[in-house]
Every structure is written in C-alpha cells, then in structure tokens.
C-alpha cells in the first residue's frame, strides 16, 4: 500500500497543534460539515474537488490520545482503503507533527499507476498545504 509521511515542525505546544488539527477552519478546500472539533467515535465527511470531479471522503475518528495521536479511517469514499495518523510529538522549542497516510486505491494496476502518476503528489500537497496554515496559526497564537 502507499505511504506517504510528512513531517512539520511547529514553534508551539503540542496541544495546540493537536486541537487545530482537529479543527474544520483549518481544512483546505471545502471544511467538514460538523460543529466542533472532531474526537473519538466521530464520523466525519470532507469534500472536495480534484481533478475537476466532486469527491466526498467520509471517515471515522478510530484512535485519540490527546495531544500526542489520533487516527482515522475512511468509512465511504473513492479508496479501497484510507487510513490518516496524526501525531505529535515533543521537541525542543516545540512540536514534530507526523502525518501518516496509507491508502489502496481500487482498479488493481491501473489504481497503482495514478497512485505514482498523480495521487501521492495530490495528497502530498493538500496535507502540506493544511500543515503550513496551521503552522502559521499556531505560531502566531505562540
């Protein structure tokens, strides 16, 4: 399965930056319809529109220790499979904040060939993207 890790480091305490996380005005695009921040148990369904097609990925919160991890898991959406571990962890002068994403697409080789081509890109700069917006919100609350 594809894995994409991306690591960002942010001049703030990690629970602030597990509860922006956790935050919809923080979420590129089109924020999640739910009121609050989401926790454990919870479903939630972000949508979006890539390559020119409406998309909709409903997941649900699996894992919350706050502040150091939470992970969900879609539950409706294009994959075959889509799981999101967010974690945080304590450094000098502030927090590592760890994305793991690991999905399977369907199509078998055709699914594995847009995974290379465009998918791994895609969810590389739209998780990069929410990242730098919450660097730059958690910073500046510092």
Known sequence: MPTIVLE????????????????????????????????????????????????????????????????DEMTEGSFRSFRHIHEFLFVENGTLMRDTLVWETPFGIIGRIVDKLFLERHLTDLVSTRNAKLKQIAEDRA
């Open 8 to 71: 960002t480091l942010i001049h703030a305490r990690a629970e602030e930056c597990f509860d922006l996380v956790r935050d919809k005005r923080i979420q590129t695009e089109r924020p999640p319809a739910i009121f609050g921040e989401f926790g454990i148990g919870q479903t939630v369904t972000f949508k979006s529109k890539n390559f020119g097609l409406d998309q909709s990925l409903t997941v649900k919160v699996t894992e919350f220790e706050r502040p150091t991890i939470f992970a």
